[in-house]
């Protein structure tokens, strides 16, 4: 039985000679003879003729590709709990094996690379159930699209700062909630150092710790950062070049040093001294990395101590520390369900993958925290959407639409008219499947109970100068432990379009600042 992907052709040539069958998965016509009258000469230049006619009339009515239309997914259920394992992790005790200076001396030409462990926010939470850690992922997805969307919109707007406190002005950095990241790892703050739980993202830029004395900190799992124990925190004084690097700094009139304020989208916020500390990461030390030492943080923070700030803006920590590390990085993040293997992140030279496949950064003048990145099309079962073009995922002279790539949105959200063009050309090519009732802001679910395996339409991502095949655990994901599975792509009425973390499973994605570009390896977690 032919699969919706395939046409084909028969053509009854006399005696029997002739049949065509032209297949999406193939990259030419196969032919097969058969006749009654083999060897007969005389009829092979009709043959051949009719041959060659019969395939360009085929080539005439078939599309051929040479993408897979279907792949296995494997059927898990939802992941549990995991579990913390720092073995990696420098302890305390031990010497630091290298120094890095900052990025204003010149010695940071010196260019060194390191490996980092990453887990999952959930390991942080309290005890919950594989389908509480679930939802409560989809909760703090909600919040960050909305707040990243919101953001988006106010693009060029006056009222993208925020004000605490007299004389007080701040700019809203990447408006994230719930912790703002899904991925945190561990390394030390200060000399000597201390080591803390933060998390890493690529949708913010201010790099920040709560502080002793805490004017109020929520509570995290390790002690709070006092910077009088450190012998390398410095405050950072008003009007230094450091300070102005902050869209809106502030400065506290009585010690005449440098203030900082990061809100995000919830409600949550940040707010203290801007300083500059020194960072250990399993040995390698960088010294001089302007953060923010926060006495009052409030809101919906998890667990970590503070944030890594990985985007493109000039305070993130890719930024201050580019120099020291070829301004280059890249991660894998583990598929859970799947893999015990803790994800991992690498700064330097390392980082770039030769398997890579890279698209260019496209640059957003008006706001330059976010990786920008042109998405052209998508490939459902071997065949590219109708619907989906480039114009949908434009970025314009207003630094309005566009497509991201975000390291904390979970679910990948396109702008609703691709979304909807994608929705359709899966489920018609995952008409065999049992369909299930909608689940959250999932509106295509689909009942495996039962099943180990099934067979699903392959999705490929057409990026300029790069086509991603995604795995199909990356696409149609457990959301129950009753066998529910549902195509992880969301619809979104804003023009930014976000490629999550779901559908980043199981690549190196590089972040190659140097070239202006970045890649996806497939396969890069081994």
Known sequence: MLSP????TFCIAPFNYLYSLTSANTSVSTLTFSSSMEGKARNAPALLFFSFTCVLLSLSTTTISTSPQFQTLTVNPLPNKPTLSWADTEPESEPETQTLTDSTS???????????????????????????????????????????????????????????????????????????????????????ARY????????????????????????????????????????IPCGSPLCRRLDSPGCSTKKQICLYQVSYGDGSFTYGDFSTETLTFRGTRVGRVALGCGHDNEGLFIGAAGLLGLGRG??????????????????????????????????????ISRTARYTPLVSNP???????????????GGTRVPGITASLFKLDSTGNGGVIIDSGTSV????????????????VGASNLKRAPEFSLFDTCFDLSGKTEVKVPTVVLHFRGADVSLPASNYLIPVDNSGSFCFAFAGTMSGLSIIGNIQQQGFRVVYDLAASRVGFAPRGCA
């Open 5 to 8: 992907f395939t046409r084909a």
């Open 106 to 192: 010149s010695e940071a030409s010196t260019t060194t690379s390191l490996s980092l462990q990453l887990h999952h926010l959930d390991a942080l939470s309290s005890d919950k159930t594989p389908q509480d850690l679930f939802n409560s992922r989809l909760a703090r997805d909600a919040s960050r699209v909305k707040s990243i969307t919101s953001l988006a919109a106010a693009v060029g707007s006056t009222n993208r700062t925020g004000a605490r406190g007299p004389g007080f002005s701040s700019s809203v950095i990447s408006g994230l909630a719930q912790g703002s990241g899904e991925y945190f790892t561990r390394l030390g703050v200060g000399t000597p």
């Open 196 to 235: 803390v739980f933060m998390v890493l993202d690529t949708g913010s830029d201010v790099v920040w710790i709560q502080c002793a004395p805490c004017k109020k900190c929520y509570s995290q799992t390790d002690p709070v950062f006092d910077p009088t124990k450190s012998r390398s925190f410095a405050n």
């Open 314 to 351: 000039r305070l993130s920590f890719p930024s201050q520390a580019g120099r020291r590390f070829s301004r280059k990085f890249s991660y894998c993040l583990v598929d859970r369900s799947a893999s015990s293997k803790p994800s991992y992140m690498v700064f330097g030279d390392s980082a």
């Open 366 to 380: 008006k706001l330059d925290t976010f990786y920008y990145v042109e998405l052209l099309g998508v490939s459902v």
């Open 412 to 427: 990948t959200r396109l702008t609703r008219p691709a979304y909807v063009a994608l929705r359709d050309a899966f489920r």
